[in-house]
């Protein structure tokens, strides 16, 4: 299992403080050699400063160290403001290696302030939190393919430990405790998932292939549902258990097949469940899949014909 090291973290003092005019060199242009330096130009009357300025520290203590941040109120620094031009807060500078080398004006959204931030501490020389979190994530997936559910499990739990919102980590768990066959724990760590993620794709995706390996569990085999589907064609319920049986071998294509023909031929079967169950399988595949998207160019010519 890869060690993320993303916990050590400079003390937020460290990383956040509030300067003055004498201590302008100090705080940015000296420190920002060493660790590129965001500063904040902010006013107490500025209302969008309000809302701008705790976003800007959320994403810096986020960076966990790859940059610092200085916050400078321009009623107590004009000269520092008119030396740099400030004309309207807020205004966001920063530094490297003594160097104003990015910047923004105005309220910005969290989003493109995270993007700003990552964008700064690359400058640095660091790899900013996002990244690396993409890649541990990247790694466990590797872990999983190879049949290393148990090691994927650990990383996708570190990573979750750095951000319990990371939909990607958040899905991998509940697929490597699927793959160990732990579906209650599975499901159990799907019905605890953060509310803001909670119907993001990734964990669509993982409940899909949850609610499918536990179908698997209980479907038959497949040369007697070939030959049962065989000796009666427009028999649906045997039809419909050769699919679930033929995915739970592995042939997903071959699933899919069938269910496709089962909607041909009566799509309003048990309420529909042959295009439910297609949705399913395609909701479990990768957006890109052939399988996926074939599928659904095939189901839909069917439904708009």
């Not at 030396?83 to 910005?108: C, E, M, N, R, W």
């Not at 020389?125 to 559910?149: D, F, K, R, S």
């Not at 909701?283 to 399988?291: H, R, T």
Request: hydrophobic fraction near 45%; include cysteine.
């Amino acid at each position: 299992m890869m060690d993320l090291n993303l916990s050590a973290a400079p003390a937020a003092d460290d990383l956040i403080k509030d300067t003055s005019e004498a201590s302008f060199m100090a705080d940015v242009v000296e420190a920002s050699q060493s660790t590129p330096v965001i500063v904040d130009f902010w006013a107490p009357w500025c209302g969008p400063c309000k809302t701008l300025g705790p976003q800007l520290e959320e994403a810096v203590r986020g960076a966990k160290g790859a940059v610092k941040m200085v916050k400078v109120n321009i009623d107590e620094a004009q000269m520092i403001a008119g030396q740099l031009q400030i004309q309207s807060i807020p205004t966001v500078y920063a530094f490297h290696k003594g160097q104003p080398v990015d910047g923004f004006q105005g309220a910005v959204p969290q989003s493109e302030i995270k993007q700003f931030v990552d964008r700064v501490a690359k400058l640095g020389g660091g790899e900013a939190p996002g990244e690396a979190l993409a890649e541990a994530v990247t790694a466990a997936e590797e872990m999983l393919a190879e049949g290393a559910a148990t090691d994927a499990a650990q990383t996708f739990a570190a990573i979750l430990g750095e951000d319990p919102n990371h939909a990607a980590a958040y899905g991998g768990m509940v697929r490597a405790h699927i793959a160990m066959g732990e579906f209650d724990q599975a499901e159990a760590i799907l019905n605890g998932a953060p509310a803001e993620i909670s119907k993001a794709p990734e964990l669509e995706a993982a409940h899909a292939q949850l609610e499918l390996a536990r179908q698997a569990e209980g479907a038959g085999p497949v040369d007697e549902l070939r030959a049962a589907v065989a000796a009666n064609p427009g028999d649906p319920q045997a039809r419909f258990d050769l699919a679930l049986a033929l995915h739970a071998n592995g042939d997903v294509e071959g699933a899919v097949g069938e269910l496709l023909e089962l909607f041909r031929r009566d799509r309003e079967w048990n309420d529909g469940a042959a295009k439910a169950q297609l949705f399913t399988i395609f909701e479990a595949l990768k957006a890109n899949d052939p399988i996926m998207l074939n599928g659904r160019r095939k189901l839909s010519s069917m439904i708009f014909a």
